[in-house]
């Protein structure tokens, strides 16, 4: 048990919860032992001097040693943080590596493309080192150095954002030259616009006989990608992951950005930065990724990892080398950590362990509650009390519709609502069923879905239930418009839920005079109810919206099928 110095008595001292037996002795300025042995005399409290009391004994104890004590509101671990962290001044900020993803449609070279930065790089450098999957790693170009994030994709990227963890600094965009801009290329270019990150077109596969990179600026332009050879502002790159051609040219690119961007941090703070991955490793216990944003890591260091606290213990960078300490961009591998924290947690490097423990008990704490209570995102429902409460200024809206046909005059009739104090914005617009990809953004932006004669996948929806975001169902241009004019204006007729209660499959229509078509179906999921609403999908496309009329199972009417 630490020396506790006696301070001179006040007669009025200002608390926030939680309060350990350590800090009100230190408040005080009585010993801890005193504390603790009135503690267990006269409150029958058997406390240790790291533990947590009460409202009503720390005011009791308050009264018997003549101080007055007011409680300040508890402040968030969010909050602690921030006062930790005091802003830097603009003498101390160093130029710092740009942090890089690549995000792209699938099988159009991001791994391949990384892989052969990566080796390059490794070739050249002398020792030859092999790298470790570390989660992210770093190379040197000409003097300069780059930090690449190791899982490509735009899902892990919004993923890491929604939890608070923007680390991207450039995204590069790969698009293959022989296939041009797909489904998953225009939510690539959505995701990074609203995280508000610069893109470098990645023209890949210019080996290919086929390639044809002029249609696909012609298709990047019309996604508002304006390629500079054509005076716009977005830099594309044609290379190859085959041959290596062009890969030197993207990174030059990628540094140009990030020098327009002019990347700073202070290297002479304590460290914060986010997780990009952590495990628990035999023999090295909590190992955490993390990738330093601001300042520079030191072992034994103390830090906070989201909920998890402890020393730095030791340090591994991505080519397996064990180091003292660490600046801005820089990916590591710490061990250290108590428990194991997720990617996409925030670290922060603190003074004192006491407050490490505090903060990280706090985030447990909130943990526990997220998990308890749903998340709360804006929906159409709640939209106007946040606007009242002037919590909002925008709309934000994803669009996902059956045909390409459907979607300009959607969006333009939405817009159309928008008012002098709420505009409308659109972040992503495609085709095809809700994805998980739409109610990640959605989930990091703050957005509300809007599924115009599509349906949504099932893993999609229950990461939308789980994390709060609101999917709406529309067939009709004007009933959506309507919809979201009557949110804005508080008028919205509280909606009639949409709940799944089954799902089944047509494994036949059958045609029967005077009745019409009847649907011979298997029953996958779930019930089918006489009388319930159904939504027939053909290829994630919504054919046909209605009740079940009648019910038969074999030869006879029921109510319900299971
Ligand atoms: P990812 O899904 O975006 O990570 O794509 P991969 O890197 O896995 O590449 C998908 C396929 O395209 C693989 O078969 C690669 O060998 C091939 N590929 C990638 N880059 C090139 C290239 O520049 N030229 C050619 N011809 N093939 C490529």
Known sequence: VRKVPVKKKETRIELALPVSVRDLSERLGVSASDIIRRLMLEHQIRANINQHLDKEVVELLGIQYGVEIIFREPKSAGEMLKELTPPDRPEDLKPRPPVVTLLGHVDHGKTSIL?????TSVAATEDGGITQAIGAWQISHKGRTLTFIDTPGHEAFTA????????????????????????????????????????????????????????????????????EEWGGQVGCVRLSALTGQGIDDLIERVLLEAELLELKANPERRANGAVLEARMEEGRGVVATVIVRNGTLKNGDIMVCGPAYGHVRSMLTDRGEEIDSTGPSTPVAVSGPDIVPEAGDTFAVVEDLDVARNIAQMQRGRLEQERRRPRTHVTLENLYESLAAGQERHLRMILKADVQGSIEPLAESLKGVGTDEVSLRILHQGVGSVNVSDVLLADASDAIILAFRVGVEDRARTLAKDRGVDIRHYRVIYDAAQAVKDALEGLLEPELKEEKVGVSEVRQVFKISHVGSVAGCYVREGQVRRGGRVRVLRSGVVVHEGAVASLRRGKNDVREVD
């Open 160 to 227: 890491m954002r929604a939890r608070g963890a923007q680390v991207t600094d450039v995204v590069i965009l790969v698009v293959a030259a022989d296939d041009g801009v797909m489904a998953q290329t225009e939510e690539a270019i959505s995701h990074a616009r609203a995280a508000g990150v610069p893109i470098v077109v990645a023209l890949n596969k210019m080996d290919k006989p086929e390639a044809s990179p002029m249609r696909v600026l012609q298709q990047l332009a019309s996604h508002g990608l304006n390629p």
């Open 115 to 119: 892989d052969r930065i990566r080796h």
